[in-house]
């Protein structure tokens, strides 16, 4: 089993920041993309931000240039850098993560989720 541990969600004001972290534990042989999706109430889910395990990064155009995705592979951790938060913003974000068990064969696993509310 995998599980993937989320932390730095909280209330910020708008313009504020907040920094996600996604670190996985358990037995596994590598950890290959992540993504970090976000969910608002009534909203459907949709993705924020993506990595791969060479570091390519994306973003969804709402984000870009305020989000940065990174990884410290050392850790097993994926962070979610952002800035100039804005009140549409607020969401649950979850990250999730493709995990090789072993060589060729990778599962994916979901966080438990951390919210972020930004308001005045």
């Known amino acids: 089993q995998v599980q993937l541990v989320e932390s730095g969600g909280g209330l910020v004001q708008p313009g504020g920041s907040l920094r996600l972290s996604c670190a996985a534990s358990?037995?596994?042989?590598?950890?290959?993309?992540v993504e970090w999706y976000r969910q608002a109430p009534g909203k459907q889910r949709e993705l924020v931000a993506t990595?791969?395990?060479?570091?390519?990064?994306g973003y969804a155009d709402s984000v870009k240039g305020r989000f940065t995705i990174s990884r410290d592979n050392a850790k097993n951790t994926v962070y979610l850098q952002m800035s100039s938060l804005l009140p549409e913003d607020t969401a649950v974000y979850y990250c999730?993560?493709?995990?090789?068990?072993?060589?060729?064969?990778?599962?994916?696993?979901w966080g438990q989720g951390t919210q972020v509310t930004v308001s005045a």
């Open positions: 999730k993560s493709a995990v090789s068990v072993r060589p060729f064969h990778v599962e994916d696993y």
């Open positions: 358990g037995r596994f042989f590598s950890i290959s993309g």
């Open positions: 990595i791969t395990r060479g570091g390519s990064t």
